[in-house]
């Protein structure tokens, strides 16, 4: 319910925001925090739930919502950056255009979720893992242009994850005894196998590919990379750590990933690694206790320069100095949420107060809009020229405050408390061509308000 909600706020968000900027410059996010993300192109694609964000990383904007009609799995981007799969649990893979935002083929799966999609270098084809539950599943191997079955390989073999090689000579599949096997392609014969002693790890967990195919890359509890063509591990095995995020191969045969904050980067073959420190989670303290608050690394871009990560509800991209340079804005347990005329979306939220969102330049409002503003805030309202805010927050046995702040000045500019006003609301109206803020408890305490005067006159 709160999913669909928070659909619908960004829906009419975006109807409101109809000027020259872009064609919707903020999004109220994900239901939750994104859980999975992949660079595609000039953008990052997250996803949490049955929702696809596409956020521009020039501008820090979500310019897309990409709604899936189903729980996403997997995600994976087309080497030039015009394509993305979405792998889903409604039996399908959707395929989209990043440019127009348009699904441009849907497969249609036999079995329930793509827990793993891989394109081919060319973006003709698509890989995917069949399913581990059934004995006669296989690797399936599609055309994205017709949605048509290609090919099926390794029936009964339980695989998990796939991944096309890179030089589009190979499908490599891990399988749910954590066996990795090299399949060549098209013929469907069997190259190698390996294995790995440890097992998958969760969401995280990766099959890789370099990108002129000569490796082989796992990611779960462990890590290995395996050289195809000889067979031999190409970097000395990653194990025993407690906390790995995000594998790639970078574009200049380095393989790099992310352990306990840290990003770590090997050249291959046999390289030594080369250590840099990432920004911890924060800490938020309550007296002398601590609450580290969430984080994970979600995706390394092949450059090796720029990281994205799921911090504290956001999306974050953080550039190799490590400062942040994108975050976009997710969302949870909103009371109220309202998009001004001047691109301001101020929202209420238990234990968070007021707190704002620049939507022209995408980014959140520190200063503007300070957490002493109403902590308390149950509703608000915009004057219609975005100048003002009034907002009101109960207080003990039935009473209430309202304030009046002025945005640009931040500054109180008229206050009230109201007895007897367990459920109000307020609201910002226009009375003689000047803005004049109204408070109310249904009719009855609008009419009240009206006749004996809301607020001083100077406020209005």
């Known amino acids: 319910m709160a999913f669909r909600h928070a659909l619908g706020l960004a829906a009419v968000a975006s109807l409101l925001a109809a000027t020259p900027m872009p064609e919707l410059v903020v999004s109220a996010g994900h239901a939750g925090a994104p859980d999975r993300a992949v660079f595609v192109g000039a953008h990052i694609a997250t996803a949490s739930?049955?929702?696809?964000?596409?956020?521009?990383?020039?501008?820090?904007?979500?310019?897309?919502?990409?709604?899936?009609?189903?729980?996403?799995?997997?995600?994976?981007?087309?080497?030039?950056?015009?394509?993305?799969?979405?792998?889903?649990?409604?039996?399908?893979?959707?395929?989209?255009n990043v440019h127009t935002r348009m699904i441009v083929r849907t497969l249609q799966l036999p079995q329930e979720c793509a827990d793993s999609a891989s394109f081919s270098p060319d973006e003709r084809l698509l890989v995917t893992e069949g399913s581990s539950c059934c004995p006669g599943s296989a690797i399936q191997v599609w055309d994205g242009r017709t949605g048509a079955l290609v090919r099926e390989l390794a029936r009964g073999g339980r695989h998990r994850y796939v991944v096309f090689g890179g030089n589009g000579r190979w499908i490599g599949a891990v399988d749910e005894n954590v066996r990795a096997t090299i399949l060549e392609w098209p013929s469907g014969r069997q190259l190698r196998t390996f294995t790995a002693p440890a097992r998958g790890h969760g969401r995280s967990a990766?099959?890789?590919?370099?990108?002129?195919?000569?490796?082989?890359?796992?990611l779960g509890e462990d890590?290995?990379?395996?050289?195809?063509?000889?067979?031999?591990?190409?970097?000395?095995?990653?194990?025993?750590?407690?906390?790995?995020?995000?594998?790639?191969?970078?574009?200049?045969?380095r393989f790099a990933y992310?352990?306990?904050?840290?990003?770590?980067?090997?050249?291959?073959?046999?390289?030594?690694?080369?250590?840099?420190?990432?920004?911890?989670?924060?800490?938020?303290?309550?007296?002398?206790?601590?609450?580290?608050?969430?984080?994970?690394?979600?995706?390394?871009?092949?450059?090796?320069?720029?990281?994205?990560?799921?911090?504290?509800?956001?999306t974050v991209l953080w550039g190799a100095r490590g400062a942040p340079r994108v975050q976009?804005?997710?969302?949870?347990?909103?009371?109220?949420?309202?998009?001004?005329?001047?691109?301001l979306i101020v929202w209420t939220r238990l234990g968070s107060g007021l707190r704002g969102w620049d939507a022209r330049r995408g980014g959140l409002l520190t200063s503007e809009l300070p957490r002493d503003w109403l902590e308390d805030s149950d509703?608000?309202?915009?004057?219609?020229?975005?100048?003002?805010?009034?907002?009101?927050?109960?207080?003990?046995?039935?009473?209430?405050?309202?304030?009046?702040?002025?945005?640009?000045?931040?500054?109180?500019?008229?206050?009230?408390?109201?007895?007897?006003?367990?459920?109000?609301?307020?609201?910002?109206?226009?009375?003689?061509?000047?803005?004049?803020?109204?408070?109310?408890?249904?009719?009855?305490?609008?009419?009240?308000?009206?006749?004996?005067?809301?607020?001083?006159?100077?406020?209005?």
């Open 49 to 96: 739930w049955s929702n696809v964000a596409l956020i521009d990383m020039a501008s820090g904007l979500t310019v897309a919502r990409l709604p899936q009609t189903s729980l996403v799995q997997s995600l994976d981007a087309s080497r030039t950056g015009t394509l993305l799969a979405v792998g889903t649990c409604g039996h399908a893979v959707n395929i989209w």
């Open 206 to 218: 990766a099959a890789m590919t370099s990108r002129d195919g000569r490796y082989f890359g796992w």
């Open 223 to 253: 890590i290995h990379v395996w050289d195809v063509e000889g067979g031999d591990e190409a970097i000395d095995p990653v194990s025993g750590a407690s906390w790995y995020d995000a594998a790639p191969f970078l574009d200049d045969a």
């Open 258 to 314: 992310v352990q306990e904050n840290t990003l770590v980067t090997v050249s291959l073959p046999h390289g030594t690694p080369s250590r840099t420190p990432l920004p911890p989670p924060r800490t938020e303290w309550y007296g002398d206790v601590g609450a580290m608050m969430p984080q994970q690394w979600l995706a390394i871009h092949s450059d090796g320069t720029r990281i994205a990560a799921a911090r504290e509800g956001k």
């Open 328 to 343: 976009s804005l997710s969302l949870t347990d909103v009371r109220s949420l309202q998009w001004s005329r001047t691109g």
């Open 379 to 460: 509703s608000f309202g915009f004057s219609p020229e975005s100048t003002r805010i009034a907002a009101f927050a109960t207080g003990v046995l039935g009473s209430g405050n309202v304030q009046i702040r002025d945005v640009p000045g931040r500054r109180i500019i008229a206050s009230r408390a109201l007895p007897d006003v367990l459920q109000s609301a307020v609201a910002v109206g226009t009375l003689g061509g000047a803005s004049r803020p109204r408070v109310g408890q249904g009719p009855r305490i609008i009419r009240r308000c009206a006749a004996k005067g809301a607020l001083p006159r100077h406020a209005r």
